[in-house]
């Protein structure tokens, strides 16, 4: 091997990568490849997503990215007699990485970066159309920018869906002292990754739409609100941050349009409830995170009493390129109201677990099998849980409809923040119900007592019904007890936990001892 010959490789940083042992192969790489003279560029990028191939080693040559997966420390005298640097032939070559038809088949618009640049490069970043959007935002009246925002039909992707444009158009119409943009990063629910996912694998463009959001809106200030236990993403963001100020990206002076933005990291509680908008304002205030009564909303009345903008990281991580190539653009994908693309976390009993970034109109039973691969045991998916541990189990009988707001919750179910977990036929739905009800017993702030005494009693109840006793009064209580948490409770954390445990029963009545229902007539 020539002493002379340089390679560029990129391996991933991101917590997935790092669980499965990147820093381990980093260095292995490092100490053979000296001893071989190979000279080689690494760059720690983010993850592809494709989980299952983790750490997912991509070398480039004059063809292109070629990728080597899961590889590990183990394989690189291997992968050096291969000449993998050159692209070599090895059991674990995925050839060119553009060409791997998970990858290939995606609609990757928010994720177009991720996997692909060096995260805390600003050059990197820029090369590959970062601050694009910014730079059209400040040559737009800010009324525009709101505007482009609320024409590309982009919703909240945290899981209410709101039109992210009428927000903008709120906050930016109130007169206050100060106003603050609101990154809720505290990204709980299982089966979710995606918040995670681009902060440690594009944190510019996150920064990016924060900003772009302040010009439309006059806030001055950013907060991002990260759960406790990212502590890479928070890391990354923190550095990220700095290096945008010092481009002058961020700050007094953005770049030198006389607007001023700046923004903060702030660790979250590690309480689920703080997820909820008003009950992570409590906690960026310093209080216990309990959830406000609305009204007022917190886009009048929010952090500190001033008028506040609350998105979830994927709809800021969505602002940037909407700006840059323009709303229509950003609208031609999805279906219906649901406009745009959505990054689906698939998790659970699933062979390959992973991010795909898909337009709203794909089907349930296409990520399951065609993105998923089906089942890790091999056995039959019984139930799918899609929008968390609050969202409605999906039999298979709804898996062919479109993954579209408005369509999920024609049948009971929720979208969500797009995380998917799949169980298969060994799956005992009535267990999994009553913890949906201990969960959010676990969890409730307390506030309301719905959600505080409702989820107490629905475990009892539950109880009450595997040991059958007296089974047709207490699902009839059951149901009772949920429809007054679902109408009484302040927040969704009582108002979805009948979701999972409604939809188990309908669907799965045989795991509650109960018969089914008819077959429908032909």
Known sequence: ???????????????????????????????????????????????????????????????????????????????????????????????????????????????????????????????????????????????????????????????????????????????????????????????????????????????????????????TEGFIYIRSEYPQALATMQRAIALAEAGGFLGGDILGSGRRFQMQVRKAAGAYVCGEETAMLESLEGKRGTVRAKPPIPAVSGLFGQPTLIHNVITL??????????????????????????????????????????AFGVTLRELLFDYGGGSASGRPIKAVQVGGPLGAYVPESQWDIPLDYEAYAAVGAVVGHGGIVAHDDTADMSKLARYAMAFCAAESCGKCTPCRIGSTRGVEVIDRIASGRDKSRQVQLLRDLCDTMTHGSLCAMGGMTPYPVLSALAHYPQDFGLAAPPAPSA
């Not at 390129?321 to 009993?349: E, K």
């Open 1 to 219: 091997m020539s002493a002379t010959m340089n390679v560029k490789i990129y391996l991933p940083c991101d917590s997935v990568a790092l669980a499965l042992g990147a820093d381990a192969l980093v260095a292995a790489l490092q100490a053979q490849a000296a001893q071989a003279g190979l000279q080689m560029e690494l760059v720690r990028n983010g993850s592809r997503g494709l989980f299952w191939l983790e750490p997912l080693l991509e070398v480039v040559t004059p063809a292109g990215r070629v990728a080597y997966g899961p590889v590990s420390a183990d394989d690189v005298p291997s992968l050096l007699a291969a000449s993998f640097q050159t692209g070599g032939a090895h059991p674990l070559r995925l050839g060119l990485t553009e060409n791997i038809a998970w990858l290939k088949n995606q609609e990757r618009l928010t994720f177009a970066r991720v996997g692909v640049i060096d995260p805390l490069s600003l050059a990197d970043y820029q090369a590959h159309d970062g601050y694009a959007g910014l730079r059209r935002a400040l040559a737009l009246p800010a009324a525009e920018v709101a505007q482009q925002v609320l024409d590309s039909g982009l919703r909240g992707r945290g899981g209410a869906a709101f039109p992210a444009g009428i927000k903008w158009q709120t906050v930016a119409a109130l007169e206050a002292p100060q106003k603050y943009i609101v990154c809720n990063a505290d990204e709980g629910d299982s089966g979710t990754y995606s918040d995670r996912m681009t902060m440690e694998g594009d944190p510019f463009m996150l920064i990016e739409g924060m900003t772009i959001a302040a010009i439309a809106t006059g806030a």
């Open 317 to 358: 991580a969505s602002v940037p390129l909407i700006l840059a190539r323009g709303a229509a653009f950003y609208r031609d994908y999805g279906v219906g109201r649901s406009r745009g693309t959505l990054p689906i976390q698939l998790a659970g009993n699933l062979k390959h677990a992973g991010l795909v970034e898909k």
